[in-house]
């Protein structure tokens, strides 16, 4: 069974400073997807930044990046920039090739402060 | 606007009663999917439908119950079997492929058992 590890249960940084939030997982598979999702205060969950395993790329969306280590199994998300309204819980997620079920970490609560 | 619905927002239930919480979606996907959220635990999957009168369980689909009669209707009951249902419960639908396609939410119930 895959396994998704958050190793950091809080961060908080200052704002428009860099962090970079950490994700470790287990898969024997080779082929999978990961993603960052970010639940607000209001609770609704959106999709910050998808990873496709056999991408070697970095995947990017804006302020928001991963650093995909296929070898070592982690995938961390850096916010550049970061701003009041990255407030939120940011969750990692895996999910193999094929398969339905996605793969939630356990989250990390990140705060930015004014 | 498309988007996913759940309703209510806030439900209170008296323990031996089942309740169903509600979910919508005008996006035309195909997949739909039923979370539990605890605190300081991620997501966990509960049921997953791929197709209209089709569905699977997912990891802890004990004490629940879903049909999936209309592609736009996923509506999920909570039964007396749950040992613990209090809860916020998030439901998410995706195009149809499987778990690696970016699943939309949506805005959550809070299940409460008093």
């Known amino acids: 069974a895959q396994t998704v590890t958050q190793s950091q249960p809080e961060m908080s940084v200052q704002e428009a400073e860099t962090v970079t939030l950490s994700c470790t997982y287990d898969t024997s598979e080779n082929n999978y997807y990961l993603f960052w999702y970010k639940q607000p205060p209001s609770r609704q969950m959106i999709l910050v930044i998808r990873?496709?395993?056999?991408?070697?790329q970095n995947a990017t969306e804006n302020r928001f990046s991963v650093n995909f280590q296929k070898a070592a199994k982690s995938f961390s998300l850096k916010i550049s920039d970061s701003q009041l309204g990255d407030t939120a819980m940011y969750f990692c997620?895996?999910?193999?090739?094929?398969?339905?079920?996605?793969?939630f970490g356990t989250g990390t609560r990140l705060t930015i402060i004014p | 606007d498309g988007g996913i619905t759940q309703s209510p927002k806030y439900l209170f239930r008296k323990e031996g009663q089942n309740v169903t919480l509600s979910c919508e979606q005008n996006l035309n996907h195909d997949a739909m999917y039923w979370y539990r959220q605890d605190p300081g635990q991620g997501l966990r999957l509960i049921y997953y439908s791929q197709i209209v009168n089709d569905f699977q369980k997912g990891d802890i689909a004990e004490g629940y119950s879903v049909s999936r009669e209309k592609k736009e209707s996923f509506p999920l009951t909570v039964t007396s079997a749950q040992k613990n249902p209090t809860a916020f419960y998030l439901c998410?639908?995706?195009?149809?492929?499987?778990?690696?396609?970016?699943?939309?939410f949506g805005p959550g119930t809070r299940l409460t058992v008093l």
């Open positions: 997620a895996f999910v193999s090739f094929g398969n339905e079920k996605l793969t």
């Open positions: 998410a639908s995706s195009t149809y492929r499987g778990g690696m396609d970016e699943q939309f």
């Open positions: 990873q496709e395993a056999y991408k070697q």
